[in-house]
C-alpha cells in the first residue's frame, strides 16, 4: 500500500486564500488607475500574501518553521480585512463583493488555526 503524502492543494486554508486571491483580482483589474495604484496594489498584495505565506511554510521543513509562515498568513487576513473595508467606503467594491471577500477572511483565521494545530501534532521538531 503506498502512503500518500499531504499536498498544499489538500489543504482546505490554502484553497480558500488561492481563490480570493484571484476573486480579488479579477475586481481591482477593472479598476480606474487611480484606485488600481492605490487602494489595489496594496489589497492584492495582501490577500496574495495569505496563501504564498501558506504556501511558503508547506514548503518549509521543520515545524518552528512552518508555523512562522501560518502566522504571517494571520497579518495578511488582517490587512485584507482592512482593504476592503477602505474598499467599500471610497465605494469601490459591491455590496456582494465586499460581503464575499469578508466571509471569505473571516473564515481563514480558524482554517489557519487548525492547519497550525495539525503541523504541531503531526510533526516532532
Known amino acids: 500500500m503506498l502512503k500518500k503524502y499531504l499536498q498544499l492543494n489538500d489543504i482546505d486554508c490554502y484553497k480558500r486564500a488561492f481563490a480570493l486571491s484571484n476573486y480579488v483580482w479579477e475586481i481591482v483589474i477593472k479598476w480606474d488607475y487611480f484606485a488600481k495604484n492605490t487602494v489595489g496594489i496594496q489589497f492584492v498584495t495582501a490577500v496574495d500574501s495569505i496563501s504564498a505565506n501558506i504556501a511558503e ?26 482593504w476592503n473595508e477602505k474598499s467599500k467606503m471610497r465605494k469601490l467594491l459591491t455590496k ?22 495539525f503541523t504541531n501534532i503531526k510533526l516532532k521538531e
Open 96 to 117: 456582494e463583493q465586499y460581503e464575499h471577500i469578508f466571509n471569505e477572511l473571516q473564515a481563514l483565521p480558524k482554517e489557519i488555526h487548525q492547519l497550525i494545530k
Open 57 to 82: 511554510g508547506f514548503g518549509r521543513y521543520g515545524k518552528k518553521d512552518k508555523t512562522r509562515f501560518y502566522y504571517f498568513s494571520f497579518g495578511s487576513v488582517k490587512e485584507g480585512l482592512d
